[in-house]
T-cell receptor, first 115, second 114 residues
Framework: GAGVSQSPRYKVAKRGQDVALRCDPI?????LFWYQQALGQGPEFLTY??????LDKSGLPSDRFFAERPEGSVSTLKIQRTQQEDSAVYLC???WGGGAGLGYTFGSGTRLTVV | AQSVAQPEDQVNVAEGNPLTVKCTYS??????LFWYVQYPNRGLQFLLK??????LVKGSYGFEAEFNKSQTSFHLKKPSALVSDSALYFC????????????FGPGTRLSVLP
């Protein structure tokens, strides 16, 4: 597609509920990243995929967070047993390669509110 | 470890005046530096990047940034601000030695007053 698409745009979850956030990267983009942006903060790295391989998950804050990209295109970020501190905007970004000089294309994000 | 500082939470400037949004960074290797802009309820949009070469980088919408290695800075500038430039600006650094991800600064909110 023309850009990185994320769904849903907004999600309200009750504390303890599981959620799944979807990212559709630009077609052909090899690299895919998930970031978490708390209110008033800069984005913080969660995890990185190159094709279907999850090469870096050092930013995932707990074992309640899980990401997958089984066919090397669409990715899902799953949060189990959500807690209030999980409330944030979750941003997905993709790039066509792994070169450090490449910028990303970001999606508009999913705003998760845990009540 | 990589880090990025944006010392100003908020920058106010009158329309037509020059603007500067400050950024300093810390990396162990060669930095790749980026500026992104975020409008309300939107994702981050790429403005410009420094990889190598000329220290003055020109980007989208008339923005430019100057890489200063000795001061470890990468300040964003524009000669004449527009009201439509009002947004949240993020500086980011990428160090190839530390993997693929960006480290973002905390952001600076730019308000351009008519």
């Amino acid at each position: 597609g023309a850009g990185v698409s994320q769904s849903p745009r907004y999600k309200v979850a009750k504390r303890g509920q599981d959620v799944a956030l979807r990212c559709d990267p630009i077609s052909g983009h090899v690299s895919l990243f998930w970031y978490q942006q708390a209110l008033g903060q800069g984005p913080e790295f969660l995890t990185y995929f190159q094709n279907e391989a999850q090469l870096d998950k050092s930013g995932l804050p707990s074992d309640r967070f899980f990401a997958e990209r089984p066919e090397g295109s669409v990715s899902t970020l799953k949060i189990q047993r959500t807690q209030q501190e999980d409330s944030a905007v979750y941003l997905c970004a993709s790039s066509w390669g792994g070169g450090a000089g490449l910028g990303y294309t970001f999606g508009s994000g999913t705003r998760l509110t845990v009540v | 470890a990589q880090s990025v500082a944006q010392p100003e939470d908020q920058v106010n400037v009158a329309e037509g005046n020059p603007l500067t949004v400050k950024c300093t960074y810390s990396v162990s290797g060669n930095p790749y530096l980026f500026w992104y802009v975020q409008y309300p309820n939107r994702g981050l949009q790429f403005l410009l990047k420094y990889i190598t070469g000329d220290n003055l980088v020109k980007g989208s919408y008339g923005f430019e940034a100057e890489f200063n290695k000795s001061q470890t800075s990468f300040h964003l500038k524009k000669p004449s601000a527009l009201v439509s430039d009002s947004a949240l600006y993020f500086c980011a650094v990428r160090d190839w030695n530390y993997g693929q991800n960006f480290v973002f600064g905390p952001g600076t909110r730019l308000s351009v007053l008519p």
